[in-house]
């Protein structure tokens, strides 16, 4: 059966959502208040909460304390040009023939392979098995990019634009997105206008 979108207002923020019970459509954005209501859940959700918290961290303007949903949206931006521009740049020095577009997939596990085909794909994986810091770099940049999508799909312009600690905010999101998704296999594109494919979520 079709669901119906349902809009929820949590402390100033309104967005719509798919319709589920009257219990999982019931929560809020405030940390104090889902705190007392996710008291029951396991450890690794206060786990989940906290490497949330130290990301979004790095997304935090200088010299501010506070971030907005724009910031996070910014940050992946950035992280994945400068990435792209690096990694080609790299990959150009090893002979590889980088005016090919690639798709790139990574993996839970840290990996970063091509699909598909390109004539160098066999370079471009052993460079990855050699430099696995461009792979963590990749996956990184690929968590920001599905946090900035999940808040552009669940808020209005001007909530993307209210700032918010970065406890406030991994709590948003540990209420409002599935933690596997965070973690997921994801693609992306090198050498296509740094445009993640399929949503940023491929699952494998």
């Known amino acids: 059966m079709a669901t119906q979108p349902i809009e929820q207002t949590l402390q100033g923020y309104t967005y719509k ?10 929560f809020s954005l405030a940390p104090e208040e889902s705190k007392s209501r996710r008291t029951d859940q396991p450890q690794s959700g206060s ?3 906290g ?14 304390d506070r971030l907005s949903f724009v910031d996070v949206e910014n940050h992946h931006a950035a992280l994945l040009t400068d990435w792209n521009g690096e990694v ?3 990959l150009a020095t090893l002979g590889v023939d980088t005016t090919i577009p690639f798709r790139l997939l990574h993996d839970p596990a840290g990996a970063a392979t091509v699909t598909g085909s390109h004539p160098d794909s066999e370079m471009i994986n052993a460079y990855f098995a050699a430099n696995p810091d461009r792979a963590r770099e990749l996956g990184k940049t690929l968590q920001y990019g ?7 799909n669940r808020l209005s312009n001007s909530d993307m634009e209210r700032p918010l600690t970065t406890e406030a905010m991994a709590w948003w999101y540990t209420t409002n997105m599935d933690s596997s998704q965070l ?18 979520d491929i699952r494998v």
């Open 88 to 90: 080609k740049s790299e």
């Open 183 to 200: 973690f997921s296999t994801t693609g992306t594109v090198v050498g296509a206008g740094n445009t993640p494919y399929k949503g940023l």
């Open 17 to 26: 959502r798919p319709k589920r019970t009257s219990s999982d459509a019931e």
């Open 146 to 152: 599905k946090l900035a999508a999940t808040a552009r």
């Open 47 to 49: 786990v989940l909460r």
């Open 51 to 64: 490497y949330l918290r130290d990301l979004l961290a790095e997304a935090v303007p200088p010299g501010e």
